[in-house]
């Protein structure tokens, strides 16, 4: 992993400027509250989230899709959680 001050930082941009409105607010405030608790593997299952795409996110968090990742729930978890979805 590259630095983790400016992977953090990477992170919580792309948290805020995702693509869509719903998964920027979904995901913007918990990134700049939360992200600098998640270990280093938890970043890159965060990150791979990230990755998967706004839609799929969405579907995440509203229970539509399920995972079977454990990172991927425990993040999807904390990100409800945060936002005070019912967990």
């Known amino acids: 992993m590259e630095n983790r001050s400016n992977f953090i ?27 600098n608790k998640l270990n280093n593997s938890e970043l890159l299952a965060y990150q791979k989230l990230l990755d998967s795409g706004d839609p799929r996110i969405w579907r995440l968090s ?17 990100i409800k959680k945060y936002k005070g979805f019912n967990v």
């Not at 792309?14 to 700049?32: M, V």
């Open 9 to 35: 930082k990477k992170l919580i941009y792309r948290s805020k400027y995702t693509g869509t409105r719903e998964t920027d607010i979904l995901l913007g405030d918990f990134a700049d509250n939360n992200i």
């Open 62 to 78: 509203i229970d539509i899709e399920p995972t079977k990742s454990e990172q991927e729930k425990f993040i999807i978890k904390m």
